[in-house]
């Protein structure tokens, strides 16, 4: 289709990568000003599903920085605003509308049928109630919060990363001021909407690195751009008594795929085919275990990283291995 | 022996506190650091905030050395 041309001619990315877009499903929690950007990069991008959680209607002092909304859409809800916008942009996409706030109550109803978590809500309550929800239902979530001229962007529950509440326990008692309480250049938002954005496709698209495990600190005053990665260990993903379950990127894998027998978990009809791969679904892993007794490390592959883990989790309990290990995220 | 420290702070914490201070005191990890900005800072036993030294995160053992730059770096909040 020659509307993603563009980005499916650069080599990395290709038509699988636009298929991965096709097939993810990304829920934004927020139409505000960190959401209509992401909203409207992912959707141009061709992502296959996005939810869109707002429960607020359109004012005129929200047009500064909130882009997918003018003054025809004054008065109307935002998600529902923003759903006209991404269907004349690229009526391709599903746009699935929950025009209502996101509360604890169905949180977790919400969050279940997508694969990813955009964080554009406003407040730390609400990054609480997704972190939580996000822990339980195991799918990563994309932070990103704005403070007067500074944003913070980082990728929780991915790879074994630190959790938004273990970084920062739930002691506040003082409210930490919003845009409304603080003022905020249009373009701050915007940014950090664009850098969550490209996090996500690139999680999807198994393109480049990732942020994770990496708190992005950035300043728009003085343009200084500043990551702080968590000395914070890797969580054992494995229970007591069990062997170790250790997660590996697609390039800690290649850069050591000698030491590993790679194990495809996925069903026999997906694809593309992982040519150094020996093809056994996650489904009929424990009858086929022999099968994997060998001198190398033991480390599973799927689409996403779900059933990779899954995989890896379940054999852990057998007592037959010293260690195993699973890719986190898609090969190519 | 005294020991220097720079710390750059974020966020609120910047509006509440200081954007940098220099702290004259010795003080062997990131607990007691901690201990001590809560003392003399009352806000910061009200915010959740990170520690970084050199531009790592840290955990409470996480020793100090002389002339360390830490960053205290709580949430944001808008968006």
């Known amino acids: 289709m020659s509307r993603y041309i563009r980005q499916t001619c650069l080599a990395e990315f290709g038509p699988e990568g636009q298929n991965r877009l096709k097939e993810a499903s990304v829920v934004v929690v927020g139409a505000g000003g960190i959401g209509c950007p992401v909203l409207q990069y992912l959707a141009a991008a061709g992502l296959g599903t996005i939810g869109i959680i707002d429960g607020d209607t359109v004012e005129e002092s929200n047009l500064q920085r909130q882009v997918l909304f003018g003054t025809s859409t004054l008065g109307e809800n935002k998600a529902v605003a923003a759903a006209g916008y991404i269907h004349n942009l690229n009526p391709h996409v599903n746009v699935k509308v929950h025009a209502y706030p996101f509360t604890s109550e169905n949180a977790s109803s919400i969050i279940s049928g997508y694969d990813f978590v955009i964080d554009c809500t406003d407040n730390l309550h609400t990054r609480y109630l997704i972190d939580e929800c996000c822990e339980a239902l195991q799918k990563p979530w994309i932070y990103g919060a704005i403070h007067r001229y500074e944003a913070q962007v980082a990728i929780f529950n991915y790879h074994g990363s630190p959790t938004y509440l273990q970084l920062f326990p739930k002691q506040s008692i003082e409210k930490i001021p919003d845009c409304v309480d603080n003022g905020v250049l249009g373009v701050l938002p915007g940014l950090t909407g664009m850098l969550q954005a490209t996090e996500c496709i690139k999680l999807i698209t198994g393109i480049g690195e990732p942020l994770v495990g990496q708190l992005l600190v950035f300043n728009v005053l003085n343009m200084q751009f500043v990551t702080f990665p968590f000395a914070v260990k890797k969580p054992r993903i494995s229970g007591e008594g069990e062997c170790p379950v250790h997660l590996l990127s697609a390039r800690e894998y290649r850069d050591n795929a000698e030491r590993y027998l790679l194990v495809d978990v996925r069903e026999s009809n997906e694809v593309p085919v992982f040519p150094m791969a020996k093809r056994i679904p996650l489904s009929e892993i424990h009858l086929r275990i022999d099968e994997l007794i060998t001198d190398k490390e033991i480390v599973f592959v799927c689409r996403s990283g779900n059933r990779s883990r899954q995989a890896a989790m379940s054999l852990a309990k057998t007592n037959r291995f010293n260690q195993l290990y699973a890719i986190h995220e898609a090969l190519y | ?79």
């Open chain 2, 1 to 79: 022996m005294e020991t220097h420290h720079r710390i750059t702070f974020y966020g609120i914490l910047q509006e509440r506190i200081a954007s940098e201070l220099s702290l004259n005191v010795s003080l062997k990890n990131v607990s007691e650091m901690r201990s001590y900005l809560e003392e003399n800072y009352p806000i910061l036993r009200n915010i959740p905030y990170l520690v970084a030294i050199n531009r790592t995160i840290s955990s409470l053992e996480n020793p100090l050395a002389p002339n360390d730059h830490i960053a205290i770096l709580p949430p944001f909040s808008g968006g």
